[in-house]
T-cell receptor, first 117, second 113 residues
C-alpha cells in the first residue's frame, strides 16, 4: 500500500466551482506539504503544516486554502477554481525527527491532475 | 525570482555512458541540497542529498557534487541505464531557515539503448 495517497487522481471542473483535493499518509510524519507543478516551472509550494495546529503559506497560496484535519490528513481547497489553476498537484510529508536536523527528506504522493475549464 | 535553476530542460545520453545533470542556486543561505527523480504519473522520489559541509556524496551509481563558491551542484549517473529515464529535480533548503524546499524546473533525462 502507498504511504502517501491522494484523491482524486484526476479531476475536471468548471470555472467558479469549489474543489477539494485530499491527502492521507500512513508514514506517521508530522509535516505535510502541498505543491503544484506546471510545465517548465518545477514544483512550487502552496501551503505547509508542521503539525495539526500549524498552517503556513508557501510561495503561491493565493486562491487556495488548506485544512489539517489530523496528523495523517491534509486537504487543499480551491474556493473558486480558475483556469490558471490547471496543474498537477502533489502532497508530500516529512518527519521532523528523522535526522535531527531542520530539513528532512520529503515523500510525495502520486499527484492529482486538475483541469479547470 | 528563480532561486534554484536547472538550465537544461532535457538531456539525452547513450546507455552505459555518464549522465551529468546540473543545478545552480542563488541563495547563499541554502546549505542542504537534494535530487529527486520523477517518472510519469508518479510523484517525485528522493534520490540523493548533500550537506554544504561536504563537496561530494556517493550512493551506488549516483554521485552529487557541490561547488559552494560557484553555487553549483551536479548529479552524475554512471553507468546510465534505460530505467534512469525520468525527470530529475534538484531542490535546496536552509537548515536554519524556513525549513522548506525550493525546487528547480527539472531536467528530462532520456537514456538511449
Amino acid at each position: 500500500d502507498a504511504d502517501v495517497t491522494q484523491t482524486p487522481r484526476n479531476r475536471i471542473t468548471k470555472t467558479g466551482k469549489r474543489i477539494m483535493l485530499e491527502c492521507s499518509q500512513t508514514k506517521g510524519h508530522d509535516r505535510m506539504y502541498w505543491y503544484r507543478q506546471d510545465p517548465g516551472l518545477g514544483l512550487q509550494l502552496i501551503y505547509y503544516s508542521f503539525d495539526v495546529k500549524d498552517i503556513n503559506k508557501g510561495e503561491i497560496s493565493d486562491g487556495y486554502s488548506v485544512s489539517r484535519q489530523a496528523q495523517a490528513k491534509f486537504s487543499l481547497s480551491l474556493e473558486s477554481a480558475i483556469p490558471n489553476q490547471t496543474a498537477l498537484y502533489f502532497c508530500a510529508t516529512s518527519d521532523s525527527g528523522a535526522s535531527g536536523g531542520a530539513v528532512d527528506t520529503q515523500y510525495f504522493g502520486p499527484g492529482t491532475r486538475l483541469t479547470v475549464l | 525570482d528563480q532561486q534554484v535553476k536547472q538550465n537544461s530542460p532535457s538531456l539525452s545520453v547513450q546507455e552505459g555512458r555518464i549522465s551529468i545533470l546540473n543545478c545552480d542556486y542563488t541563495n547563499s543561505m541554502f546549505d542542504y541540497f537534494l535530487w529527486y527523480k520523477k517518472y510519469p504519473a508518479e510523484g517525485p522520489t528522493f534520490l540523493i542529498s548533500i550537506s554544504s559541509i561536504k563537496d561530494k556524496n556517493e550512493d551506488g551509481r549516483f554521485t552529487v557534487f557541490l561547488n559552494k563558491s560557484a553555487k553549483h551542484l551536479s548529479l552524475h549517473i554512471v553507468p546510465s541505464q534505460p530505467g534512469d529515464s525520468a525527470v530529475y529535480f534538484c531542490a535546496a533548503s536552509a537548515r536554519r531557515g524556513a525549513q522548506k524546499l525550493v525546487f528547480g524546473q527539472g531536467t528530462r533525462l532520456t537514456i538511449n539503448p
